[in-house]
C-alpha cells in the first residue's frame, strides 16, 4: 500500500492519469477532493490532462473534504475559493454537481448531517483524494477523532492552525473551527489515494509506519481499507526504514 515516487511532479502525473481514467470509464463518477499544498500540482497536472485528451468531465460528481467556518465561499482564503482557482474555474464542470461544505451554516450540525447525506445518496465516494497533516490528519479529523465520527464541526488542534497559517499572510488568522467529513465517509470510500510530500511530512509518515491503527494518528485507519494507497515523494518517505524505502522504490505504483 506504500509507494514512493521520485518528486511531487512524478506523483501529479500518476494521480491525474488515475483520475483521468476512472473518469474515462465512468463519467458519473463521485470524487473525494482534497485541498492544501500537496494537491496543487495534481490538480494542475489533472486539467493539462483533460484538456489534452479531451475528458468529459461535465457528468463527474464532487464532495470537497472541508471548509473553515466562518469564511464565506468568497472569502479567498476559504477552500471553496482554493477549488476554483486550482480546478474548477479551468473545466467545463457542472458546478450542480460540485459539492463543498458551507462554512456559513446558519446550523452547522444539521449541515453536516446533510452533507454526509447527501454523500451517501449519490452512493458514497468512489475515489477519494487525501493529503495528511504534519500530525496525521486526514480531512480536518485531528488525533483522537473517534473512528466512527461522520461529517461534523471541528476545532483544529493548535498545530493544524500554526501548520495553515502560511496561507494567511497578513494578521488574517486561521480559523478555530471547521467542518470536516468524518473518518467514516472516508473509509466508506470505495478507493482512497493519500498524498504526502516533503520533508515535513516525513516525521508523520514514520510514525504511520510504526505504529498499529490508533485514533491518535487517524491516518493509520487506512490500513484497514482494503485499497488505500499512500503515495510519498522521497522527501516524505525519508524516515522510513532504508531497507523500506530502497525496496518501495524498485516496485513501480
Ligand atoms: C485539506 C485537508 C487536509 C490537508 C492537510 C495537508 O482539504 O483535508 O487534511 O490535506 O492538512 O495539507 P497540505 O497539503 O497543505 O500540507
Not at 461522520?150 to 483544529?156: E, G, P, W
Amino acid at each position: 500500500m506504500l509507494h514512493i515516487f521520485p518528486d511531487p511532479s512524478s506523483i501529479a502525473d500518476y494521480v491525474s492519469n488515475t483520475l483521468v481514467e476512472r473518469i474515462r470509464s465512468k463519467p458519473d463518477v463521485v470524487l473525494g477532493l482534497a485541498t492544501g499544498a500537496t494537491m496543487e500540482p495534481v490538480y494542475s497536472r489533472f486539467v493539462e490532462k483533460v484538456r489534452q485528451q479531451r475528458v468529459d468531465v461535465s457528468r463527474l460528481t464532487s464532495f470537497n473534504l472541508d471548509e473553515y467556518v466562518g469564511l464565506s465561499g468568497d472569502h479567498p482564503k476559504s477552500y471553496s475559493s482554493y477549488m476554483r482557482q486550482h480546478l474548477f474555474e479551468h473545466l467545463p464542470f457542472d458546478r450542480s454537481r460540485l459539492h463543498l461544505p458551507d462554512g456559513l451554516a446558519p446550523d452547522l450540525d444539521a449541515h453536516s448531517h446533510e452533507y454526509s447525506i447527501k454523500v451517501e445518496r449519490c452512493g458514497g465516494i468512489e475515489l477519494q483524494l487525501l493529503g495528511v497533516g504534519s500530525n496525521g490528519h486526514i480531512g480536518f479529523n485531528e488525533p483522537g477523532t473517534p473512528f466512527d465520527s461522520r461529517c461534523h464541526v471541528v476545532r483544529l488542534s493548535e498545530r493544524t492552525r500554526r501548520d495553515n497559517s502560511r496561507f494567511f499572510e497578513g494578521n488574517a488568522v486561521v480559523p478555530e473551527f471547521a467542518i470536516t467529513m468524518g473518518m467514516v465517509e472516508i473509509m466508506q470510500a470505495r478507493e482512497i489515494l493519500l498524498v504526502a510530500t516533503g520533508e515535513s511530512k516525513a516525521h508523520i509518515v514514520a510514525e504511520w509506519y510504526r505504529r498499529e491503527v490508533t485514533e491518535m494518528v487517524p491516518f493509520t485507519v487506512l490500513k484497514r481499507h482494503p485499497r488505500a494507497k499512500i503515495i510519498l515523494d522521497e522527501a516524505a518517505a525519508s524516515q522510513l526504514p532504508e531497507q523500506v524505502q530502497r525496496t518501495l522504490m524498485a516496485v513501480p505504483a
